[in-house]
Nanobody, 124 residues
Framework: QVQLVESGGGLVQAGGSLRLSCAAS????????LGWFRQAPGKEREFVAA????????YYANSVKGRFTISRDNAKNTVYLQMSSLKPEDTAVYYC?????????????????WGQGAQVTVSS
């Protein structure tokens, strides 16, 4: 089992920045690809970004490309999501997810472990 705990959410004005962190614990010796997803009020959860285990290949949703950066520190078992130029439409609960695989994917049904979520609110 792997436990994921997000932190770093909060309230920020449009155009501002936030960094989310997700710390993994438990069976972290296995190789995990990691992803970030988000769910806005009244909407389905959607893919935001993902990063592979081995070569840190990254993938982004078109809506965040150029504004968000995903990175990981395997020594700390932590994945980060640096969010810049935030927009009100970025307001959502952000979830960290892990899958027992090297390759990152965008499909959320392929991620086995999920964090509890962190609220990000962007005011206009």
């Amino acid at each position: 089992q792997v436990q994921l705990v997000e932190s770093g959410g909060g309230l920020v004005q449009a155009g501002g920045s936030l960094r989310l962190s997700c710390a993994a614990s438990g069976r972290t010796r296995s190789m995990y690809a990691l992803g970030w997803f988000r769910q806005a009020p009244g909407k389905e959860r959607e893919f935001v970004a993902a990063i592979s285990w081995s070569d840190s290949s990254t993938y982004y949703a078109n809506s965040v490309k150029g504004r968000f950066t995903i990175s990981r520190d395997n020594a700390k078992n932590t994945v980060y999501l640096q969010m810049s130029s935030l927009k009100p439409e970025d307001t959502a609960v952000y979830y960290c997810a892990a899958r027992v695989a090297v390759v990152a994917v965008t499909r959320q049904d392929l991620y086995r472990y999920w964090g509890q979520g962190a609220q990000v609110t962007v005011s206009s």
